[in-house]
Structures are given as structure tokens and as C-alpha cells.
């Protein structure tokens, strides 16, 4: 059956849109049975993150699994559609490895994708969806991720302010997971620096932000907290980690706000980076001596040679999957002749059975051995051979000539394997 890829993503969809098509990640397990048990599709894993869902399935037809799909997210069909994507087959092989690569992320080459999608296949094969097909493709879309950071440039460099952000923040702390980070804004740029600080696994994050119900959503996304932005300045001092990006514009966090949180921790460092334009955070901050304040200038210089050399490394990591596309679409082809290698074995099995049972009941009845062996053989090489010639005497002109070819290739089979057993060892000759 073949393979659909149904899904959206930052690049054809909003967050509200986002939001709403979601599948948490506590549900994925049941709506992997729900999809199954409506017969919907043999195989199914689902990828779900802040940056996109994906569903791939094997069946017969995509349209049920994306209605279901929908009545889950009480999306109706139309409202879902403009933001879309569909792949089947040799193209959703093609997505799978572009997202397993990180060619696909927000962030170029970012590697959080790889660990999300080895989660989405193991999800699925502890309930049970995960059969050959999906499996082989999964293991298949992990190689060749490993294949491209290993041989290309892709992950090497800082491509965005949040990586920069981040980069900068690994200078001044030894150890991020011991750190606090406090998150002011909730736009789409804040939602970048969440997703790369929630990577480094710090202690603690906190989202702050003028309507709270908005922080609250990111804060969810990256299982951190919320908070009022009028509560920020009693609560500055917690944090070692301060991002800030608003569409304030005037200063929301002054030089006074920042001394007084500076003498609370009583000067253990405090990071900040403040990428709103006009500026969240008063420049006179840059001066105090337990602060390091950063901007986008400051961090436009790492950005501008991280995106050209990880854009380089593109072109390799395309050709990375196309070449081993090629792989996966061969093992795919082989796969389908299966049923008929079974049929033609079953086939020759019951033949020998029956030829077996004959030869049995004539050797009961005193048949010389050498006579019953030399009919057996004749017997068996007659069947073998009537199949095919009937089918090429029954053919038309071009269906004997492709009839003709594969003989051929049969005969050429069999003669490489009669050489092969004359040139092999004797009986008497040591393995």
C-alpha cells in the first residue's frame, strides 16, 4: 500500500493554525489506535511539535486519516486546506528526510527535530502502528540525518538571533541547565529563543508578557511558567537569563529596575539580550559591571557568517538525500515483488509435495530407486516449465518480447549458479 505524508508547518501556517491541529503529545498513543481501529490506514506514526504536525500513513487512501485528523482538532476540511501539505510516496520519503536532516526547521539544520521524530516512531510502534514500511522508513530518514551532520557543515554554525542568543549565553555560564531564563514577549521571535533555550534544558523558564493568556500558550509549548509583565520587576533578580523582544516603544526594563535585581543577587552575573527595535532594555544597563547586555547589532555579525556557511552546506546535504532517496525507493520496489516470491514458492512447494507423495507410493510398490528419481525430475522440470511457455505462446507481440527478456535473465540465473557449484569444493576438501 502506499505511503502519504499529511501535515503543516511554520512555513504554511500560523500559530493559531497551529495550535488548533496539534495532537498532545499524552494523545498521540490513543489517536494511533483511533486511526488504526477506524481502518483509516495499516501504519501510522504522528509527528507533533510547536513548529508542525505530520501524520504518515500507509493505506490505500490519505482521506480518511485527514478527516479524522480534522474532526480531532475541530478544524472543518475547508478552514484546514489553504495551509495544507500532502506527499505520497517518493515525495513524502523526500520530506521525511528533509526533516529528519533539519533542512525543513525554522532554524536550518537544527537538530531538536531528529530526537521529535525518534519519539513520534517509537510512540508508534509501542501501540503497535509501526509496521515494516513505516519502520524502514523511520530508521532510513535517522541514517541519513546522521549521514548529512557527519559530512556536512549544516549544524555547525548560528543562523538565527535566538541561536546567537544562546551561543552567547554557553560563554558566560558553564552550564546552562543550571540556569534561569526569563522570556519577555510572545511574538513570534520570542517563540525562537523558547524553542533554543528549552533545548538546553535550563532549570527554570519563565515567560513574561503584558496579556498573560498569550504567555501562557508559549510557556506551554517549552513546559515553562507564565507571568504579568507588570510582575517582572520584583522578580527580576531570579533570573541569569534575560531575553526580551516587545513592540514596546519605550524601555520597559530600565537601568534602576536592573541595578536593584543586580544588588538582590548580589552581583552573580546576569545575561541579557534585548532584540527588540525600537529597545527593551535601557543602554546605560551595557555599564554595569555583573551585566552583559548584547543587541542585534552586537549579535547581527555571528548571525550573517553562520547563515552562509550553513546555506553552503545545503546544496551538499540535498545531495546527500537524493543519492540515498535512491536506497530507500529500491528497497521499496523489491518490497512489492514479495507477494508474488511467496506465490511462486508456495507454488513450487505444493508440486514437490505432490511429486514427493508419488514417488513415495511407487518406491512402496518395488520401483527400482533410479527409475522413480529419473521420473520425479523429469516430472517436476515439466511443470516448471509449463507455466511460462503458456503464458509466451498466449502472448501478443510485446508481451512475448518482455516474456523473452526475462527467460532470459532466468537461464543466465541458472547457468551463474551451476558454475557456481562446479567450481566449488570437492566433497573431500576442507570448508
Known sequence: MPLHLIGLNHHTAPLAIRERVAIASDDISHALTRIRESGAANEAAILSTCNRTELYVEGDSADAVLNWWMQHSGMTLDEARPYLYQHTEQDAVRQALRVAAGLDSMVLGEPQILGQMKEAARTAEQVGALGSHLHRLFQHAFAVAKDIRTNTGIGESVVSMAAASVHLAERIFEDLQEQSVLLVGAGDMMELCATHFAATKPRRMVVANRTVERASRLAMQIHGDAMRLSEMPEALHQFDIVISCTASSLPIIGLGMVERAVKARRHRPMFMVDLAVPRDIEPEVAELDDVFLYTVDDLAGIVQSGVASRQAAVTDAEAIIANRLGEYLDWHARRAHVPVIQ??????????????????????RGESAEQVLEQIATRLMNKFLHGPLAAMSKADVAEREYLQQAMRHFVAAWEHERHEQDDGPSSGDNP
Open 343 to 364: 506465490s511462486l514458492r508456495e507454488t513450487a512447494l505444493q508440486l514437490r509435495e505432490l511429486e514427493v507423495a508419488q514417488a513415495k507410493r511407487r518406491l512402496q
